[in-house]
């Protein structure tokens, strides 16, 4: 392998890092307030890493519809992350008081 | 007469007056008012109330302090939404108000057979959690009959903590049946496995065996169903029902006498349909606000020297031979008159 070769290679996987980095960086909330997720409807670009914090007095969770990701009880003040790496539309609700429907609208 | 029944009578009054000036005869009126408190009582938390069942419709009138207990028949008391774990302001001290609600049991003129526990005993599945509920509520020395609530069901194993409690002798999530002096009890599990947008959920493994359980059974035998989330629809925004609680109750029409007793909205509500008996219980953790009436179903802070008139347990009397069974509530505040 030359070294011309060898730096572009090495350009290449850092420029994949840096992708890799920013898209680790982009971040978003939902809250759960009153039994509600807010916002309601949430669009965020593919990568975008969410964290969902239960405001409320009273447990809930963030389970997905079509059951791609399921946090534990969120007690008051507790949170759950998850990162949408794939563009779509992922409806979720609260298995508790399944009344409470959200969702995450991805980006590519 | 204690302060809150004189407030009752003059609800009471106020409702007859008004539709006596609506033009109405003062016959229409009492009718009017039979039936109105037939289809839609609701008797909100503050008063004791018995409820008397005969022929499938309820009479009620306030009871006073002092209660003679009754001759025949038997006795069971309905507790509900204990949420032992729970400590924000609505209530600091949840494991407090059950041991209150217990020892008014302990009390009662007529020792209860058993107790029905109608879910939400923990407030996060946590096992200390039901550990102290055991031991507070097994200081009764009664039998216990549970049903979960969705608080019972958050564990990491999804119902594993609370099935392994409670869960012997009974159906997938935990639903069954017994008989106790000529009346059959039924607990049902509709917290399990919620639909997105949807109520509570009985599911159809669950009616399949409901409607078998119930095949044998003669219409004339008094029927005890018993769940966390009310079976009927009491408030849909706020998911206060159950989506297919219609098909289980399609299964109770031809008995002459069914009582179903529910938990969950953490407030007395009580309506009658045909031969059915709907009743909620009081919490013993925390009230709940009235339907539409504050912007989430969350636990509702009252000043605190008013919390035990919201908390509380109810009983139920079966007068045996007549079928009747009787419901009464009682808040914690009662002993303090």
């Known amino acids: 392998m030359n070294a011309s070769l060898k730096t572009a290679l090495m ?22 307030d009153n039994f509600a997720f807010t916002p309601a409807t949430l669009s965020i670009k593919a990568g975008t890493e969410v964290t969902f914090i239960n405001r409320d007095d009273i447990p809930h969770t963030v389970v997905s519809t079509e059951g791609q990701f399921r946090s534990q009880a969120l007690d008051t003040d507790d949170k759950f992350t998850f990162t949408f790496a794939t563009p779509g539309e992922f409806g979720y609700f609260c298995s508790l008081h399944p009344h409470m429907t959200a969702k995450i609208v991805v980006e590519p | 007469m204690s302060k809150d029944q004189i407030n009752q009578g003059r609800i009471e009054d106020r409702k007859s007056e008004a539709e006596v000036g609506e033009g109405k005869s003062e016959a229409e009126v009492r009718e009017g008012l039979s039936r109105r408190g037939a289809l839609e009582c609701m008797v909100w938390a503050g008063t004791g109330v018995l409820w008397t069942m005969a022929g499938g419709v309820p009479a009620s009138r306030l009871i006073g302090s002092a209660q003679a207990a009754p001759e025949t028949g038997f006795s069971f008391v ?15 001290d949840a494991l407090g108000t059950l041991q209150e609600s217990v020892a008014k049991i302990a009390v009662m003129p007529q020792k209860p057979s058993f107790l029905i526990h109608t ?14 509920a055991a031991q507070v509520i097994g200081s009764l020395k009664i039998d216990g009959h549970y049903v979960p609530g969705e608080h019972d069901y958050i564990d990491d194993g999804r119902g594993k ?50 409607e078998a359980d119930l095949k044998s059974k003669p219409a004339s035998q008094p029927i005890v169903v018993f769940s966390h989330i009310p079976l009927w629809i009491v408030y849909q925004e706020w998911g206060w029902g159950t989506e297919d609680g219609a098909q289980a109750l399609s299964f109770l029409k031809r008995f002459g006498s069914v009582t179903v007793l ?23 953790a925390f009230p709940q606000p009235a339907p539409g009436s504050a912007p989430s179903p969350g636990p509702k802070l009252v000043p605190p020297g008013e919390l035990r008139s919201v908390l509380g347990v109810s009983d139920v009397v ?9 419901i009464t509530d009682h808040t914690l505040a009662e002993a303090q008159r």
């Open chain 1, 11 to 32: 350009a290449g996987i850092l420029a994949l890092a840096d992708i890799h980095a920013c898209a680790a960086a982009a971040t978003a909330e939902v809250h759960i």
């Open chain 2, 78 to 92: 309905q507790i509900s939404d204990s949420h032992i774990g729970f400590s924000k302001p609505a209530n600091p």
């Open chain 2, 119 to 132: 879910g939400d005993i923990t407030h996060l599945s946590k096992p200390k959690e039901f550990d102290d």
């Open chain 2, 161 to 210: 903590a609370y099935l392994e409690r409670y869960g012997k002798d009974t159906q997938g999530a935990g639903w069954y049946s017994f008989d106790q002096a000529g009346v059959h009890f039924i607990g049902l599990v509709n917290v399990v496995d919620l639909k997105a947008g949807g109520l509570g959920n009985l599911g159809a493994e669950q009616l399949a065996w409901l």
């Open chain 2, 262 to 284: 529910n938990g969950h909205i953490h407030q007395l509500m009580q309506k009658v349909e045909g031969n059915v008996t709907f009743h909620t219980a009081l919490s013993t």
């Open chain 2, 318 to 326: 079966f007068h045996q031979g007549t079928e009747k069974l009787a």
